[in-house]
């Protein structure tokens, strides 16, 4: 499968907690993005990090990329109920497309 | 900016019928995707446009599945005929080369 894979698959935590989650995938890119997706709704991005870049934040989110290892984290800082939802990666399929590979998402549920 | 319009939010029809879903873009963008997201699945790229013209369709299940953009405010994903198995949530999206991709509120379909 050329899909991203997240892990874990479902993530429960309490609100105040820090929310890791991580993507792996298998060709080389040139940026890795990172959605959320409520229940019942679009997807909505969240940040992108381009291929030399290690570190990218956003608020309470801390996207980190290895390219060495082929492998993203996103990192939720004291999290809140709001931030229950599906997180996904997503990466361009080769060079010079927009084809976009979304992994299988984790479902993240923050505990008021 | 109202966003990525869809429509319908919802349909529901039987086998053998056929289906069209429609998008609005965002004012200004010039790249549409159509994905389809599914629980086995996940989300699949069907079909992506550049100025309206279709650049990749590989992710097009079947000669049942085509897609149009006659303009540049307008997107048609037609299916015909329908079956069960095309029950899903299809989500169209827009961008306007930033790489970041705006979704939809998805059309969720399902196939008696």
């Known amino acids: 499968s050329q899909q991203g894979e997240e892990d874990p698959q479902a993530l429960s935590i309490q609100e105040g907690e820090n929310a890791t989650m991580n993507c792996s995938y298998k060709t080389s890119i040139n940026n890795l993005q990172w959605y959320r997706q409520n229940s019942g709704r679009g997807l909505v991005h969240l940040i992108l990090?381009?291929?030399?870049?290690r570190e990218k934040h956003s608020g309470r989110l801390r996207v980190t990329l290895d390219t060495s290892k082929k492998s993203s984290s996103l990192l939720i800082t004291a999290s809140r109920a709001a931030d229950t939802a599906s997180y996904f990666c997503?990466?361009?399929?080769?060079?010079?497309?927009?084809?976009?590979?979304f992994g299988t998402g984790t479902r993240l549920k923050v505990l008021a | 900016d109202a966003g990525v319009i869809q429509s319908p939010r919802h349909e529901v029809t039987e086998m053998g019928q056929e289906v069209t879903l429609r998008c609005k873009p965002i004012s200004g963008h010039d790249y549409l995707f159509w994905y389809r997201q599914t629980m086995m699945r996940g989300l699949e790229l069907l079909i992506y446009?550049?100025?309206?013209?279709?650049?990749?369709d590989s992710g097009m299940p079947e000669d049942r599945f085509s897609a149009k953009m006659p303009n540049a405010s307008f997107s048609t994903l037609k299916i015909q005929p329908s079956e069960p198995r095309d029950s899903a949530v299809y989500f169209c999206?827009?961008?306007?080369?930033?790489?970041?991709?705006?979704f939809g509120p998805g059309t969720r379909l399902t196939v008696l």
């Open positions: 990090i381009r291929s030399n870049e």
């Open positions: 446009f550049n100025n309206n013209v279709p650049i990749d």
């Open positions: 997503a990466r361009p399929s080769g060079s010079g497309t927009y084809k976009y590979i």
């Open positions: 999206a827009s961008m306007y080369g930033t790489d970041t991709q705006y």
